[in-house]
Every structure is written in C-alpha cells, then in structure tokens.
C-alpha cells in the first residue's frame, strides 16, 4: 500500500517533472489538457468542454487516463508523473488533483473533500495483476480505505462475484479495441455495487472501466487512453 506522506511528495516532484520535461508548444498543450482536469468531474456543475483530438493526445507523448462520473458529462484527464515498484501509477492534473491506478484498479484520489485513500486486495484479484480472462477467479475480497476532511478515516470490506457478459468493441478516443466485458458485482451486509471491466480477453489488460469509489460519490468510467508501460517492459 502507498503511503500518504509518500504519495504527496511523489505528486509535488512528479507535477513539476511533467511540464519541465516538455518545452515550447507541447508544453502549452499540455498544461490545456491538464487544465481539463479532475475538478469538473468531482465538483459542482460542468461547463462546456471541447475535447482534444486523438492526434493531439497521442502527440503529448505520455501515458493519459480520461475519467468520468457516471452522472456526469464532465470529462477529466490526468498524465502519469510518477510510479513505484509495487505497481502504483499516480496520475495528476494541473492542479494537483491526482489519482493512483494500480493494474486496472483506481486505488486512490487526493485533493477532494472525499478521497479513497487505499485499496487491500488479494494476490490474485486480475483487475490488479493482469490476467487473461479465461484465469480470473469467480469470487474475491477487497478492502476500501476511505480519507473524509474534519471526519475519522472508514474502510469498507466486500465480497465480489465476477462473471464475463459479453464480447464487445471499445472505441477510446477514435481507437477501436477488441474487448470482453466482465460484469463483478460487491455486496456486503449493508450495502451494494457493480463495476464493469472492458477487458482484452488474451493478455488481461483492462481499457476501459466503470469503479466504485465510495459511498458519497458517483460510480467513475475511466478510460486508458495511452497505456502506462512499465520502463522494463517488452
């Protein structure tokens, strides 16, 4: 699990890291994406957006996550700034909103009223540690860590049944992809959810996907739209 302190010193050197990086008129563009970040998606009302074009998200050059709220149509984009060897992706704005993304699972928001702090998984939750669908366990346990301002830190435990729905195509920002949809619905004594998983069914990478983040906050649909790859990876 990452740590708070160490979280909040990998989003202040990561922030400055994604625009010292770039110069001139990528630089710019950029920050614009950025601008279009997590604030209309968490809070209040939306204004008019004009969204970027394929092109000029694939020319920025780094890993991007657009996200959603089911009950808005606010979209939010986030660049990766930093990661660890754990699996953890932090993903920021130009504000510092920020969210962690390990595997395909959204483990954390910071900057918010309301943040999910943490996620405890098991070892083999495929949403986490890619796996191709014809493997994935039908049942597993997770544990959701909650961070409220003036309030006590919660955590709430599930139980998820998870079944494949059917084949579908995702289009992702003019990008078609061949994906099975996985259906896992949670539940526990008091409460219940479903998240959906748009999923390559060969290699296990998730490219689209609808979350639970928490009780006082709408279901989110986040969207890879230019993939993390690790450094090592082939």
Same mark, same amino acid.
């Given at each position: 699990?990452i ?7 990998i989003l202040?050197?990561g922030?400055?890291? +994604? =625009? !010292?990086?770039?110069?001139g008129?990528?630089?710019?563009f *950029?920050? $614009? ?5 997590l604030?209309?998606v968490?809070e209040?009302e ?12 694939d020319?920025i050059g ?6 959603q ?8 984009? +986030? =660049? !990766?700034v930093?990661?660890n060897?754990?699996?953890?992706? *932090?993903? $920021?704005?130009?504000a510092r909103?920020?969210?962690v ?5 959204l483990t954390g ?5 309301y ?15 890619r796996t191709?669908i014809?493997?994935?366990?039908k ?7 909650f ?5 006590a830190?919660?955590?709430?435990s599930?139980?998820?049944?998870l079944?494949t729905?059917?084949r579908?195509?995702v ?5 078609s ?10 539940n526990n004594t ?7 998983y ?11 996907s ?12 986040v969207?890879n ?10």
């Amino acid at each position: 699990m990452i740590g708070r302190r160490l979280f909040r010193t990998i989003l202040i050197l990561g922030s400055v890291a +994604v =625009i !010292a990086s770039c110069g001139g008129r990528q630089s710019n563009f *950029i920050e $614009q994406v950025l601008r279009s970040g997590l604030g209309p998606v968490f809070e209040g009302e939306p204004e008019p957006q004009t969204l970027p074009t394929r092109a000029q998200l694939d020319a920025i050059g780094r890993p991007i996550l657009s996200i959603q709220r089911e009950d808005s149509p606010a979209t939010g984009f +986030v =660049i !990766a700034v930093n990661a660890n060897s754990d699996g953890y992706v *932090i993903y $920021q704005d130009q504000a510092r909103n920020s969210v962690v993304v390990r595997g395909g699972l959204l483990t954390g928001t910071q900057g918010f009223e309301y943040d999910l702090s943490a996620i405890k998984v098991q070892g083999n939750d495929p949403v986490v540690h890619r796996t191709p669908i014809a493997s994935w366990p039908k049942t597993l346990v997770r544990n959701y860590q909650f961070s409220l301002q003036h309030a006590a830190d919660f955590q709430i435990s599930v139980s998820c049944v998870l079944r494949t729905v059917v084949r579908e195509q995702v289009e992702i920002f003019s990008k078609s992809y061949d994906t099975m949809r996985v259906q896992e619905d949670c539940n526990n004594t008091t409460r219940r959810f479903t998240n959906l998983y748009w999923v390559d069914a060969n290699s296990g990478f998730i490219w689209k996907s609808k979350q639970w983040i928490g009780p006082k906050v709408s279901p989110v649909i986040v969207q890879n739209v230019t993939p993390y790859r690790r450094p090592d990876a082939r």
